[in-house]
């Protein structure tokens, strides 16, 4: 069990078989980016903070992002207006209130809307995001630290809006010289979209190769 009057996290290797490795704690942003530089990604359970290190990780190459020939006939004609960081606040309290398949609500609470936008607010957290017509439609936010991106959540309000969002982004990340882009647990959707898993341990290294420094304040 995690305090608030520490920073630190046990060693990843003694996370449980599904993964969890901690509870409890605040989700200060000293936390948060300790967390993402070790790894670590945190999920809420009853207001309490849980803290999640699985293996294998499910991450992607930008390198093989696979985008169908739909979603390629979309990016064609410019189907969405794409932008970054336009309106966060927007994209995560959109994600929170979106419903998940076999869930009754989303981890996302106020704890974790202030430290993200706090996070936003430093330069950490970015939104990436789809407008049609003047309307914010879909889009998706995460930590980028390094020469990674942590994706968080994403959410929808028109067909394709948030793989378009997640599309484009992948690529302008891509140029930008990003090499990782952690997507935490399996879906079959960012499967469809190149996702693979990895073992924990490769992860961890790929982390140290890419990310510089501690990122502590």
Known sequence: MLNDN????????????????????????????????????????????????????????????????????LLKNDAFEFRIDSDFSTVINNCRRTPRNGQDGTWINDDVVDAYTQLHEMGYAHSAEAWHEG????????????????????FSHRSNASKYAFIKYVQQLASEGV??????????????????????????????????GTYSI
């Open 6 to 73: 520490e920073l630190w996290f046990p060693p990843v290797s003694e996370a449980l078989e599904d993964g969890l490795l901690a509870i409890g704690g605040s989700l200060q942003v000293e936390r948060l980016l300790l967390a993402y530089r070790s790894g670590i990604f945190p999920w809420y359970d009853d207001e309490v903070p849980m803290w999640w290190c699985p293996d294998p990780r499910f991450v992607l190459f930008p390198g093989q992002l696979k985008v169908s020939k739909s979603m390629k006939q």
């Open 135 to 154: 309307t914010l439609v879909g889009g998706l936010y995460g930590i980028r630290m390094g020469n990674v991106f942590f994706g968080e959540s994403m």
């Open 179 to 212: 090499q990782l882009i952690d997507c935490q647990v399996y879906t079959e959707h960012l499967e469809s979209l190149g996702a693979c898993m990895i073992p924990r341990e490769n992860f961890i290294q790929l982390l140290n190769d890419n990310i510089a």
